[in-house]
């Protein structure tokens, strides 16, 4: 044991260090789904809580090892005694404001996985996924299977499917010690086994040994057998319980009222849930443990450089082009170029440096290929072999280009899309608009074609002036814009890309879009800077006022707010750091609807999901939507991000009070919703029920963030996207694992309605196109009713390894041409048969191999559960007693 009272300083990279913290906690879950599961049991770890914790301890490790540049490293000690927080983990390595949103909507995206494996059909009674029913070496070849999937999806940068099996990875490592009798068998570390396929777990328990004991109470300390042998509950009735046996136990397990009555589980200190209640904490402790061992492996496989990108640990966004390619493209594919030849030369090296590039160039017919990779080079040499070539007739396979993109781009990012063309396949908009919304990301189109224009490329036929409203409708739909300019003026313009991967933010504005005579009113806080204002569209004048009634008007350079540049009809003001903080007004006199936007550098933001309560079950907790259904009680669950980046670091922190939803794009009020905090301020974890009249609204709104910074001022937050009650619940999921060449692979779909009757048609694509077949094209369900369907891909011979498939399935109603489509999306990988590269890679002689007596071989700061945001000492929540300093020993595949 280290002595608490001596110098950090010394230990390097080869040591473990584990903080290891006694808790103090009220009767509650543990390992229940996630942060809704507190209100079925206050206080409780969840799985979420153990999967964002253990991914900050191996964060900061990383941070520890590896000095970020141009910065002093950081010291351990200044983290112990403080809640292990994301934002100030980004604040000390990559420098202060720097925002940590794509990291926790990572992090978000795992525990969400995991959460899952609870609520889906195809996981949630599967006894190998959640190590229950004696079926532990089945349930050890699924959790080494999924993490090696973890590995793959990652190495082909398909990193949203790879944070999927990651979840449902560590949602059967933690399950293990809170449904096996591990902790009951007396050990105080995790299984030196479970991770490392090439040793088998032993001494389990045989089908004809008795494993528990008669117990007619909730609480059921002694019922265990005195034996040594590794044993886990049966639940439910499939597989059935043998004689002996023990039951997982709890309200809702029928095994449990068959002989040996009660159970074994450690899921959370209520004996209504958990008959082994008081173990709770020894197994939540060793989950975590386990998981951050789970996390290092990952690390080890991937490098930092991979393992950074699994879980976005970097305030950079992803750079994304489309670019249409025919021959009247050539202004516009030099100004990509230009732009994104800045961004890579000014950002290399730095924080802000892209991490994922993605470009697909598009013409008539065709589309694609789409070009992914980490690496600046080798993206600037591709984009740099793409020219202006053939084509030139109107329109173009825009939208089928955009959706490949969107189907490798990470969440949370910004895509550009160049042309001077309408989209051919505008029969997609509706796809690509949901497809922007499940994946966050803004679309912005430069168009170098006025709408109005007659002459200009060669056309196939007189095309309507309307033929560029798929665009507008995927940009409001994606919180994004179309922009029309002209040749000239492409290259200025594009500037906005290089200002959209520095991470702005969109202000509000009130109306959201001009009236004529009507300023626009939006607010500046103490926390934005870099705030431009941009207007286009055919204008007359315009003027910006401050809170002080200093005005600027649309001349062209420096003026007392700010600087103004005008390209076309395009106006681009920077204004000057720092803002008066206040109401600000923008007046715009203008022929037509002119296009105002604002935005401000900020790290005070917020990321948002909806969510059903899952309150009937052994696993109550909140089951993730993208989108609100009609007729479900639905939850908005708020994180806000920033919260450690006020004006004055002994201010209070900032509070957010409700959430105002509005109508898009007129900005009609539909009501305000309070927010309820769940847990510590500090984590930002904010709730609201969404009202039953907002649940039977038609067409999209957009959720305004509203509250006050520690000094009393306004705080004005809009999300990114707009967003939308769909009509029915659709649930798409497929089989474990990869799908291998030459195979068919099945498919389970449901669809379900709340809201009333619903007579729909059912259609489904395959990107690539893979043959698709289904038993079910049409479905008439009454209020409260569900279908199940079932789909079978069939994977060619010639499917490429690493490729990623999306299967789209659309429920469009038969009589109401006004009811927007509901689709869900569904990711895999092809993966050629390569058993060795679905398992970690066995670990030779000479590797560094798990032990719990060895030296250790790695820095790390184990910390108490809390979420993605909080836990070290002092966190009230948890509840602190002492640190003791552990060291142990860490292997790597």
């Known amino acids: 044991m280290l002595p608490t009272d001596e110098p950090l300083s010394h230990l390097g990279p080869s040591l473990l260090l584990l903080l290891q913290l006694q808790l103090l906690l009220a009767p509650a879950s543990a390992f229940f789904p996630n942060i809704w599961s507190l209100l079925a049991a206050p206080g409780s770890i969840t799985h979420q809580d153990l999967t964002e914790e253990a991914a900050l301890n191996v964060t900061l490790q990383l941070f520890l090892e590896q000095p970020p540049p141009g910065r002093p490293p950081l010291r351990l000690e200044d983290f112990l005694g403080r809640t292990l927080l994301a934002d100030n983990l980004f604040a000390a390595y990559f420098g202060p404001g720097s925002p940590s949103r794509r990291f926790r909507a990572a992090l978000g995206e795992v525990s969400r996985a995991n959460a899952a494996q609870d609520f889906l059909p195809t996981s949630r009674n599967d006894p190998d996924l959640h190590f229950d029913a004696e079926r532990l070496g089945q349930g050890r070849a699924r959790l080494v299977g999924a993490l090696g999937e973890t590995v793959v999806a990652a190495r082909a940068l398909d990193h949203s499917l790879a944070r999927q099996r990651l979840g449902a990875a560590l949602h059967a490592l933690q399950d293990f010690y809170s449904h096996s009798n591990w902790v009951e068998l007396g050990e105080q570390q995790p299984h030196p086994h479970l991770l490392w396929p090439r040793q088998g777990l032993r001494n389990l328990a045989q089908v004809d040994d008795p494993t528990c004991s008669d117990c007619d109470e909730w609480s059921c300390p002694g019922n265990l057998l005195g034996f040594t042998l590794l044993t886990s509950g049966y639940f439910g009735t499939h597989p059935s319980k043998p004689p002996g046996k023990c039951s997982h136990g709890g309200h809702f397990d029928q095994s449990s009222s068959q002989p040996p009555r009660g159970g074994i ?218 922009i029309f300019t002209k040749d000239q003026y492409i290259q200025d313009v594009a500037a906005i890309v290089g200002d959209s991967v520095a991470d702005l933010v969109t202000l509000p504005l009130e109306p959201p879009v001009v009236v004529p005579e009507r300023p626009l009113v939006f607010s500046v806080d103490g926390l934005l800077q870099r705030v431009t204002v941009r207007i286009h569209g055919e204008v007359s004048s315009f003027w910006i006022r401050n809170p002080a009634g200093v005005s600027q008007g649309q001349e062209e350079g420096e003026g007392p707010l700010g600087h103004t540049r005008r390209f076309g009809q395009f106006w681009m003001v920077r204004m000057n750091d720092p803002l008066q903080t206040g109401t600000w007004e923008i007046q715009v006199t203008a022929k037509g609807t002119p296009r105002v936007r604002v935005q401000a550098q900020t790290s005070l933001d917020f990321l948002f999901h909806f969510g059903i309560p899952m309150e009937d079950g052994p696993h109550p907790g909140l089951y993730p939507l993208t989108q609100p259904v009609a007729g479900l009680q639905t939850q908005l669950l708020v994180e806000v991000t920033g919260l450690g980046s006020r004006g004055n670091p002994g201010d209070p922190l900032p509070h957010f009070s409700h959430v105002v939803l509005r109508g898009v794009p007129h900005g009609a009020e539909l009501g305000r919703v309070p927010l309820e905090p769940m847990g510590p301020r500090e984590r930002g974890l904010l709730a609201a029920s969404l009202p039953p009249t907002l649940l039977s609204t038609a067409g999209p709104f957009s959720l305004e963030l509203i509250g006050q910074d520690g000094v009393g001022q306004g705080l004005h937050r809009v999300a990114p996207q707009p967003c939308a009650v769909v009509p029915v619940l659709l649930e798409l999921s497929g089989p474990p694992g990869f799908l291998a060449p030459g195979t068919e692979a099945p498919l389970s779909l449901r669809i379900a309605s709340f809201s009333g009757p619903q007579d729909l048609d059912l259609r489904t694509s395959v990107n690539p196109s893979f043959a698709l077949t289904s038993n079910l094209s049409r479905v008439r369900l009454e209020q409260n009713e569900s279908a199940w369907g079932c789909l079978w891909l069939k994977v060619p011979d010639t499917a490429a390894s690493d490729s990623v498939v999306m299967v789209t399935v659309t429920a469009m109603d038969r009589e109401a041409s006004t009811v927007p489509p509901t689709h869900t999306f569904l990711r895999l990988l092809v993966r050629g048969p390569t058993p060795q590269d679905q398992l970690p890679a066995p670990v030779h002689s000479t590797d560094p191999v798990l032990t719990t007596t060895s030296p250790a071989f790695h820095l790390s700061t184990l910390v108490t559960p809390g979420r993605a945001g909080g836990g070290l000492v002092g966190n009230p929540w948890w509840g602190t007693v002492g640190a003791v300093l552990l060291l142990l020993g860490l292997a790597s595949w």
């Open 265 to 482: 589980n450690k899921d959370s200190t209520s004996p209504g849930f958990s008959p082994h209640h008081m173990l709770h904490l020894q197994a939540a402790n060793l989950a975590l443990l386990a998981s951050i061992q789970a996390f290092s492996l990952l690390r080890s496989r991937l490098g930092d450089r991979g393992f950074s990108r699994l879980l976005d640990i970097t305030p950079a966004s992803s750079l994304s082009f489309v670019l249409d390619t025919t021959g009247s493209m050539g202004e516009e594919i030099n100004a990509a170029k230009i732009q994104a030849r800045h961004i890579v030369e000014q950002r290399r090296g730095g924080p802000m440096e892209p991490t994922h590039y993605v470009l697909v160039p598009f013409h008539d017919p065709g589309f694609g290929p789409v070009f992914t990779t980490s690496d600046p080079d080798s993206f600037w040499q591709q984009l740099n072999e793409i020219h202006a070539l053939g084509g030139g007739d109107e329109p173009e396979m825009c939208l089928s280009a955009l959706e490949l993109a969107l189907q490798h781009t990470p969440p949370l990012s910004d895509i550009f899309v160049f042309t001077d063309a309408s989209p051919k396949d505008a029969f997609l908009t509706n796809r690509v608009e949901s497809l922007t919304q499940e994946r966050r990301c803004r679309v912005t189109f430069l168009l170098t074609e006025d709408p109005s224009r007659v002459q200009g490329r060669p056309r196939r036929e007189v095309l309507s002036p309307l033929r560029f409203e798929p665009y507008e409708a995927v940009a409001l739909a994606s919180g994004g814009e179309v």
